[in-house]
């Protein structure tokens, strides 16, 4: 990384005296020599303190979904603010979003969250009170956030810790999470229907939920198979299981209704977050009147001091204000498919086998082979280390997706066709730089000095 970061790792350093590594969450932590501290963002573009610009296609891992600082919705929240933030009471604020939620996902009824951690913890507490059961499954490699029951297979694990196909092992993510809980935890790999099956009817009297994010957004963002989400519906519906759909990074990005718009599956409970509120907190567990009811006093517990809190309903209703009104998705996508063509293009030439996966407004690059993956242990095929030299030199050149190939590119409203262009110019030259320094071998493997 060439940037002139003398303020950055100044500041780092400073950081690391009071923070545990320096962050406050650990995804944030790239190594003492890399980790940026940003000092200001505008539209697609972001600074660090040494004012090196970089468009940023992380957008706080996918939340901006109309651009850094975007007048419409930081003006909203100025204005909401000044009559104060937070009254331990219903606001009209809340009212508006709630009706906005279910007129643009079709979900009944809604109640807000500040995360998105918080939203799936409360959707498997809702849907074990309305089953009267206490497992659930869900699927390897993906992330629902970081509350215990959750962290187990995700995709921080190594395959080779996985176990065999036919009999997953829960790889737990963290210390500190109670070793009993794993108990109630089905790990399955996503998009193998057989097994699915098998673990659904060996178990169902055990199943509160199915809990499934419908494009895995920390592994490459490997879609589903057809039929696979309506395969998951299916079993739901036959043995009573509440179908979770996981739509933090989905929700408000890949159309306005979401995943059930856009793959045509409805669930039984969603939850949202990011794109919601445009890089505000603020977070929502939507879903039918029927499965929702159980919240009330006395039946399940779901509340939060900050919950509905002012700043993050202002943002959410100004920014889903403009999603309904403007073609916003609509231009992301034309965007997004128009870069997604010119890196296909730029890697084709180069002779780097590749292939990009996921939705225009949200894809992965993954080096090192020509098909796409449809689990995470088929994922873990792609060439992360060439990924990582390629992302390093795309730094170099003021283009900042993640460096770690689980994380999708996310655009924004404010990545226009001149943001298009500047990127696929560095991504040209990036490229010719890493085949020059570091050649691929007959495999397709990045051979590493």
Known sequence: MSPKLQKTLELFQEAKKYIPFGVNSNFRYWGDEYTLVITRGEGAYIWDADENRYIDYRLGFGPIILGHAYPTVTDRVAQEIRKGTLFAWTTPLEIELAKRITRMTGVEKVRLSNTGTEATMHALRIARAYTDREGFIKFEGQYHGMHDYVLFSTASAPRGVLGARKSPINVQASSGIPEDIQ?????????????????????????AAIIVEPIMGNAGAVMPKPGWLELIRELCDKYDIVLIFDEVKTGFRIANGGAQEYFGVKADLVTYAKALGNGFPIAAIGGKEEVMSVVQPGQVALGGTYSGNVVGAAAANA???????????????????????????????????????????????????????????????????????????????????????????????SHDDTVIDETLNAFEDAVQALTKKRPYIVEGRMLVD
């Open 319 to 413: 920014t889903l204000e403009l999603l309904e009104k403007e073609p916003i998705l609509e231009t992301i996508a034309r965007r997004g498919e128009r870069l997604m063509k010119g890196i296909d293009e730029i890697l084709t030439r180069a002779g780097i086998p590749h292939v990009l996966t996921g939705v225009p407004s949200m894809f992965g690059v993954l080096l090192g082979r020509d098909t796409p993956p449809y689990d995470f242990r088929d994922y873990q095929d792609a060439d992360e280390v060439a990924y990582q030299y390629l992302v390093m030199e795309l730094i170099e050149r003021g283009v900042l997706p993640d460096v770690d190939d689980r994380e999708p590119w996310f655009l924004s409203y």
């Open 183 to 207: 108990q109630y935890v089905y790990n399955v790999p996503y998009n193998d229907f057989k097994m699915l099956e098998k673990t659904v009817k060996e178990s169902w009297s055990d199943l």
